[in-house]
């Protein structure tokens, strides 16, 4: 009897983020730094770029790659992949949980993050600070702290316009 295969690996999401970052070893260690990461899977290129390393945040897989590795060179030419850098910016935002926003957001600014917008306590319930790591990458670092229904955080956006 065969096993029908699974569409969805062990430890993995339906979705799983693919960065497209400049120097993706320096940012292996940053997200390691910052957010706990560990680092899966690494295949490196003889010149030391990264062709691609999985990292699990949390419970949650991301897989990243240089802009300049041989591998990404051939999404960016298909207009596949391209760093934020490469962009001006990135139209991509990460909305990660943590257990204390406040601690993570500190490690990240020590690390060569940005400061959108400092951490504050949201009328939805999360403590919320927005950062922009050194690879062009936007994170909010979030710690869920009261559970407040859509209809409540409706009335206190209402009250405030």
Known sequence: MTTKMKTVPDGWHSVTPFLCVTDAARAVEFYRKVFGATELERMAEPDGKVNHAVLKIGDSIV???????????EWVAKGWSRSPQSLGGTPVHFYVYVEDSDAVFKRAIAAGAKVMEPVVDKEWGDRVGSLTDPFGHIWNVATHKRDVSLEDVKKLRADRS
């Open 63 to 73: 897989r990243i790659s240089d802009d300049s590795s041989k591998h990404a060179a």
